[in-house]
């Protein structure tokens, strides 16, 4: 029997979608370990691990661009509605992935210069907060792989519990800067990192949402509770 050429088009479609949608994965996986990657070297002070991991970034960017052209690619394939809100949201999430990926980088620079500097006993309050960021970003891997809206939208509401943590470090490192003038310039690049972290669970949200949108379009999303309260620490 002759096969139809339409069932080689859907074929070639779907055999594209699966490898764009696995690639996703793996750049997320590799966003996810330079995270936990830069909160190690942090603790280790190693200059050497900080710089690999800097160098990595470009792996991630490289990837981005690359699904970014797969996309466009089957978005000349003339889809359909679903298929157009898939190639959106894919665009829209690895976006999210490589700006994780540059926070991980940007923790292992600053990392250097705290080398430099006697070590405080606030980096290891980073690894909280970096623990929560980092299965976050597993978490809405997982859902976006099974596709699962409902899971996505459970770790959207976790971000309140980032927030949290971001605020009490906060808290502390302003505290402790107030307590002794020459721990300004250390606190300040664990602020810096503390920052990312937070923004790491901004962007986690937003791969969250987009797992929605690529399902039930533009219907509300649920309402999320927001505790981010540095604007008002004192």
Same mark, same amino acid.
């Not at 006697?118 to 970003?137: D, E, F, I």
């Given at each position: 029997?002759?096969?139809? /050429? ?16 696995? =690639? ?39 990837? =981005? ?13 003339? /889809? ?5 809100? =898939? ?30 500097? $006697?070590?405080? $006993? ?63 310039? $250390? ?32 219907? /509300?999303? $649920? /309402?999320?509770?927001?505790?981010? =309260? ?5």
């Amino acid at each position: 029997m002759t096969t139809q /050429p339409h069932s080689h088009i859907v074929k070639s479609h779907d055999e594209e979608r699966n490898r764009v949608i696995s =690639e996703i994965l793996r750049m997320g996986g590799m966003a996810a370990a330079q995270l936990e990657a830069a909160l190690d070297v942090l603790e280790r002070r190693d200059d050497k691990a900080a710089e690999r991991i800097i160098g990595n970034d470009e792996e991630i960017d490289k990837l =981005e661009r690359e699904i970014s052209q797969d996309a466009m690619t089957l978005a000349l394939r003339g /889809p359909l509605a679903r298929d157009l809100r =898939e190639i959106l949201a894919t665009l829209r999430i690895v976006s999210d992935i490589e700006r994780i990926g540059d926070y991980a980088a940007n923790a292992a620079k600053r990392s250097i210069a705290l080398n430099t500097l $006697p070590p405080l $006993p606030h980096t290891r309050g980073l690894r909280g907060l970096g623990t929560l960021a980092v299965q976050q970003l597993r978490d809405v891997l997982e859902a976006y792989r099974d596709n699962d809206p409902d899971a996505a939208q459970r770790v959207r509401a976790r971000d309140a519990e980032l927030d949290m943590a971001y605020t009490s470090l906060f808290r502390e490192l302003l505290t402790y800067m107030m307590e002794d003038a020459r721990a300004i310039t $250390p606190c300040t690049h664990l602020l810096f990192i503390a920052k990312n972290l937070e923004r790491v669970g901004d962007h986690v949200t937003n791969i969250a949402e987009n797992i929605w949108f690529q399902v039930h379009a533009d219907a /509300p999303l $649920p /309402p999320r509770e927001k505790r981010d =309260e540095t604007n008002t620490a004192t």
